[in-house]
C-alpha cells in the first residue's frame, strides 16, 4: 500500500525546485504545503531549501543580494513579488517584453530631454568651428 501522508525532513525539502515554467507563486504554495509536513525542520532550514530551489530570476537576483534572514520575510517578499508581477502584467503588452532577469521594458525607462544649448562651446585646443548663421 502506498503511504500518501508520509513524514518528510529538510534533505526532502532541499531536493524541491522550481520548474521551468512554475510561477514564484505556485511554486511557494508547493513548498509552503512541503515545509507544513516537516514538523521537526525549522525555519532556518526551510529558507535554505527554498532559495536552492529558485530558478534562475530577478527574485533569486533579490533574495541572495537582500538581508531577509527568516522563511516568514522570505514568504511575505515572494507574494510581494507576486503581487507585483501580477499587477504589472495588467499594465499591457511592454511587461511581456522583459528577459528572464526582469530588464525594465522600454516603455518605463526615462527619457531624456535633448540638451538646451544656445551656442557653440568655446573650444580650448585652438581648433576653431564654423560660425552659425544667424537669420
Known sequence: MIQTYRLYSA???YMLRQ???ELLREYAARFSHEY???PDTDDRAAFGAFKSGLRKSNFRYLV????WNTYAE???QAAIDTKAKYF???RGPA???RSTFGDPPL???PTLAPPQHSALAPNNQGTQHPKRKDG
Not at 541572495?64 to 538581508?67: D, F, G, I
Open 11 to 13: 534533505d526532502n525539502l
Open 19 to 21: 520548474g521551468k515554467d
Open 36 to 38: 507544513s509536513r516537516c
Open 64 to 67: 541572495h543580494s537582500n538581508p
Open 74 to 76: 522570505l514568504m511575505k
Open 88 to 90: 504589472n502584467s495588467k
Open 95 to 97: 511587461t511581456e517584453s
Open 107 to 109: 516603455a518605463s525607462a
